[in-house]
């Protein structure tokens, strides 16, 4: 097995990919799209976004690194599920912090009128 600060900056090296190559596009849709795009679920019956597809894109070839590492073969089928929860979580949560910082960035340096 991998060492797990190996596994930390893999997760966090997508998560900055992702908000690199989306932030403006992050700041005009809801919040939950991020949670769809990395589940590659949708919430609702709506068609998903181009940013969602593209999301999902970057972040599945992450998560199949990591189990791969992880030796998730020798691993039980709800052991083998509580890592990839805990794995998409965790790039969600770290996504939608950089947007919530990049948003918060942009109203605080914006004139007063």
Known sequence: MRNINELMGQIDEAAKKIFSAYAV?????PL????EAVWGIPIDKSHRTSTQRQIEATIRPM????????EADELAGAKNCAI????????????LFMTQCYKLN???NEPMI
């Not at 596009?25 to 849709?29: N, Q, R």
């Not at 939950?32 to 949670?35: A, C, G, K, L, Y």
């Open 25 to 29: 596009k992050l700041l005009d849709e």
């Open 32 to 35: 939950s799209n991020v949670v």
């Open 63 to 70: 998560l199949r690194k990591i189990q791969d590492a992880l």
């Open 84 to 95: 990839d929860y805990l794995i998409k979580r965790l790039a969600i949560s770290e996504i």
């Open 106 to 108: 942009l109203l605080s």
